[in-house]
Structures are given as structure tokens and as C-alpha cells.
């Protein structure tokens, strides 16, 4: 297993701040927004005990960039972002992968990421499970992974479901009952 030091950054953003930790390899973890920068830093070190705070390098700060762009409601597309996911499960690894070519305003679900991977329908709470440890949710997109039929699943950051909703109709995606196609007509 590879060594490194990892180091963070706190910064703001329209949506409130972030934490972002990298390792000498690529991006580890990955904070969404909370409401203040003590609340973000305590929840990215509960997970990463022994980082440091630190300048981000130039790869990084791109990475923070980015991110405040996708706060502000822009199209953003984070799959070229180097991650360090060692420790990860094999299999994690694989979902994640395949979470990241999720594009912007597009959803997918546990099943069909598991079926992309080639595994049965049973695969399906393995890939909800990845989603729920995700290490860098947003960079790798768990928020545009759905549950059977559409709905919105879990989601285990500040905020649960509705965080993941927001995040959601931010990029144009609408879950729940279409929009009737016609009112009724008064004959």
C-alpha cells in the first residue's frame, strides 16, 4: 500500500464550504457544502484523522475551481480529476468508475451501473453501498445515481436526500410525477 501525506483546504463556495484532501496521487476526499468552514474541516478530518492543512497544488486547485463553478449552477464535468481511492474495495473502485461517467443532467441507478459492470440485479445494494462510502461525493457523482423506478434513494451527506434533490435540479434533472401534458378543457 502506498504511502502519503494528505493535506486539505476548506473554501467557500454559493452553496457554503467545502473540504477538499489530496495525497501525492490525486484527490482522497471530498466535503460537500455545510454552513460553516469549523463544521466542513471537523467532518473531512473525522475521515482523515492525520491530514494537514495545506496550499492546494495547481491539479487541486482546479479540482476547487470547479466545484465552485458546479455551486453556481454551471455545467461541470469533474471525470478528468486524478483520485487516489487506495484502501478502496476492488469492486468500489469499479462502481466508481462507472459513477464517473455519469454526465452532467443525467441519472442512472444501483442496478444499471451493477449491469454496466457486468453483475446480476442482486449487485444492486453492493453499488448502493459504494455510493454511501463514496469518498469524493461530487467528483465521483453519486448524487446522479437513483434507486429502482426512479426514485431518489439515500444520500449520506449534510442534508441526506433533499441535498441530493438540490444537487439534482440544479443540473435540470426532475425527479418525481411528470407534469400533467394537458390541463383539462372546459367543453
Not at 42 to 57: I, K, M, S
Not at 65 to 83: I, N, P
Not at 119 to 133: H, I, K, L, N, S
Request: proline share 6%; hydrophobic share 40%; net charge positive.
Amino acid at each position: 500500500m502506498r504511502q502519503s501525506v494528505h493535506r486539505y483546504h476548506i473554501f467557500e463556495t454559493a452553496a457554503g464550504f467545502c473540504g477538499i484532501a489530496w495525497s501525492d496521487y490525486g484527490i482522497t476526499r471530498f466535503q460537500l457544502p455545510t454552513k460553516s468552514a469549523d463544521a466542513t474541516e471537523r467532518l473531512l478530518r473525522r475521515r482523515l484523522a492525520d491530514a494537514e492543512p495545506g496550499t492546494p497544488p495547481a491539479r487541486v486547485e482546479e479540482a476547487v475551481s470547479a466545484v465552485r463553478r458546479y455551486f453556481e449552477g454551471k455545467e461541470t464535468d469533474f471525470s478528468a480529476f486524478e483520485l487516489d481511492l487506495t484502501g478502496q474495495d476492488a469492486f468500489f473502485r469499479q462502481v466508481y468508475f462507472a459513477a464517473r461517467r455519469v454526465p452532467w443532467g443525467h441519472t442512472t441507478t444501483y442496478g444499471a451501473l451493477a449491469r454496466r459492470l457486468g453483475a446480476g440485479p442482486e449487485a444492486a445494494r453492493d453499488v448502493g453501498q459504494a455510493m454511501a462510502r463514496n469518498p469524493v461525493a461530487l467528483i465521483i457523482p453519486c448524487h446522479r445515481v437513483l434507486a429502482a423506478g426512479g426514485k431518489i434513494g439515500g444520500f449520506s451527506a449534510p442534508g441526506g436526500s433533499s441535498t441530493k434533490l438540490r444537487m439534482l435540479e440544479m443540473e435540470g434533472v426532475r425527479i418525481g410525477a411528470p407534469e400533467p401534458a394537458q390541463q383539462s378543457l372546459a367543453f
